[in-house]
Structures are given as structure tokens and as C-alpha cells.
């Protein structure tokens, strides 16, 4: 016989006994939430307590929120080889979208469903957020911008960019949207914010090895989708396709950065 779940507010009052949130609201709180989940799934209650406390403006819950979640969240950042001083900001930026937003507002705080550790799921928002501070600060100028900078002196590069730029552009952006979510982020986690693959790695909670094969499999999926639509696309001939991809591969780093550079890094 399976052992019946614990009670969600027995579990969230005894690990958060001074936090006052009436308990029929947090069972709302919890339904809302965790609609089209499975009934067997784990509920993290008093992950769950905790974050309603803090949309309601609970001030001892907002406390808590920040010894449990902010409070050494700088030193993990740092230790993930991002500088201090973007940890800092980062932590900063994410303390002011959960917990102060506009007047008329919830913070995103209401955002978290429990499908996780609520720390864990503030650390992934701040990891994301340090990436986007360190975008902004490494952000070409729109000189190195222009798109497929090709050498006017190399006519191979001029007849490229005159002809075959347009569909280049998009096999390329056909391709980008046809990877799975993992393989779009690794891209722009190396390619926009140039970061290692053991930093790579550690976001993933994976060896380096691992996040170097994932890496390599996802630009092998991307060249082979764009070469696969400029084929479809192109009336050439096997040779100068191959020159086309040959020019495609040495162009392909500032593509990168200027289509996955220009959104923010997606879930997942």
C-alpha cells in the first residue's frame, strides 16, 4: 500500500512556523500552480509556502526568502567563474524582479511552480541574469555587427555575399529554430557570451565532456540544417555548395552572435 502524501500545510508550517499565510489560501495557491501536474508528483510545500508568503508582501517571509535563496547566492555565481562584481549586480537585478515590482504588480516570485527547489530555481534566474549583464558588457559595436563582415578584397567572399546572403540568412535562422531549446542555449551560452565549456558544463550540472559533445552536436546539426535548405533552395552544383558551406563555416561565429545575441536565453 503507497504511503499517503505528506499534508502541504502540515510540511509548510512546521518549516516556516512564522510566516501567517490563512491556509485556504495557500491551497489555492498551491492548485493554481500545479494545474496538469500529476497528482504523484512531489509538491514542494514549503518551497511553495514561502514564495506565496512573499507575494502577499509577508515581511518575515521576504527575510526568510533572502537568507534562504539571496544570501549566499553571490559566492555560487562566482564560483560558476562569473566575476563578482556581475554576481553582485546579477543578484541585485533578480532581488528586484522577484520581490519589488511595480506598484500594481507581482513579482515574479509568483512565478515559481514548484517543479523544483525554489533556491535552485532563483540560482538558474540569476545565472541568466549574470549572462545578460556580461552580454551588455561584452556587446560588439554595430561596426563588428554588420552582418558576414566578408573581405571585399576575396571575390569568392563578394560573389557569396552579393548572391547567396539572403538565403543563407534564412537556412540559417530555419535551422536555428528547428534545434531542440538545449542545443539553441549551449550555442549562445558559448558563441554570444563566449563562455568555456566547463562553465558550460557547470549550468548543466555535467562533465565537461558532456557539454563538449553536446556542443559539438549541436553545430553539426545546425550546419547540416542550413546546408540542407540551401540545397533545397540553390541551383548549384555539388562543388560550389561545398565552397558555399566552407565560406558558411568561417562565417559562422558572427552569425551566431548577431541571431541568437539578439534575444534573451530561453528556459531549459
Known sequence: ?????????????????????????????????????????????????????????????????????????????????????????????????????????????????GAGSLAGWVKVIAIREALQLLRKERAPTDDQLVELPLAAADPELAHFRKVYLEQFREALLAALAELPLRDRNILRHQYVYRMTIDQIGAIYHVHRVTASRWEVKARAALLAGTRRRLMQRLKVSAAELESIMRIIQSQLDISLLRYLGSDEPEPG
Open 1 to 113: 500500500m503507497a504511503e499517503a502524501a505528506p499534508d502541504p500545510i502540515a510540511v509548510a508550517h512546521a518549516a516556516w512556523p512564522d510566516l501567517d499565510v490563512p491556509d485556504v489560501d495557500f491551497l489555492a495557491y498551491i492548485a493554481e500552480r500545479r494545474d496538469g501536474v500529476s497528482p504523484d508528483a512531489h509538491v514542494p510545500a514549503a518551497d511553495l509556502y514561502l514564495a506565496c508568503a512573499c507575494v502577499r508582501g509577508v515581511p518575515a517571509a521576504l527575510a526568510a526568502f533572502e537568507h534562504a535563496c539571496l544570501g549566499r547566492l553571490v559566492d555560487a555565481l562566482v564560483r560558476q567563474d562569473l566575476p563578482r562584481a556581475v554576481a553582485e549586480d546579477a543578484v541585485q537585478n533578480v532581488r528586484q524582479k522577484l520581490l519589488c515590482p511595480p506598484p500594481g504588480t507581482v513579482g515574479r516570485i509568483g512565478d515559481y511552480k
